[in-house]
Nanobody, 114 residues
Framework: QVQLVESGGGLVQPGGSLRLSCAAS????????MRWYRQAPGKRSELGAA???????DYAGFVKGRFTISRDNANERVYLQMNSLKPEDTAVYYC????????WGQGTQVTFSS
C-alpha cells in the first residue's frame, strides 16, 4: 500500500525557515522522481520543486534561490528546505511522485504569524 506522510510545517515569521519532510512507503522510492506541491487557500495547487531519481533538482520560479529539495533514498524520504519565507508561502504542502501513481498524503500546513 502506497503511503506518503508529510511533516514539518508550522507557524513561521517572515524571513524564517522550515524543513518539510515526506516519508514514502509502498513503492520503490529510489526509482522515481518526487515533487513538492502547495495549495494556498482559494487557489489552485502549484508545483514548487521536483527531484529526479538520481537527485537532480528543478524549481519553479517563485521558489528558486529560497527552497532546496533533496532526497534520502535509503530512508525513502524527500525534503524541502524553505528559507526566506514570505507570507505568500502560506499553504498546505504536499509531496507526490512525478512518475508513479502515489496519490496524495494529508499535507503539512505552513502558516505565518504577524
Amino acid at each position: 500500500q502506497v503511503q506518503l506522510v508529510e511533516s514539518g510545517g508550522g507557524l513561521v515569521q517572515p524571513g524564517g525557515s522550515l524543513r518539510l519532510s515526506c516519508a514514502a512507503s509502498g513503492f520503490t522510492f529510489s526509482n522515481y522522481a518526487m515533487r513538492w506541491y502547495r495549495q494556498a487557500p482559494g487557489k489552485r495547487s502549484e508545483l514548487g520543486a521536483a527531484i529526479s531519481s538520481d537527485g537532480t533538482p528543478d524549481y519553479a520560479g517563485f521558489v528558486k534561490g529560497r527552497f532546496t529539495i533533496s532526497r534520502d533514498n535509503a530512508n525513502e524520504r524527500v525534503y524541502l528546505q524553505m528559507n526566506s519565507l514570505k507570507p505568500e508561502d502560506t499553504a498546505v504542502y504536499y509531496c507526490n511522485s512525478a512518475t508513479y501513481p502515489t496519490g496524495w498524503g494529508q499535507g503539512t500546513q505552513v502558516t505565518f504569524s504577524s
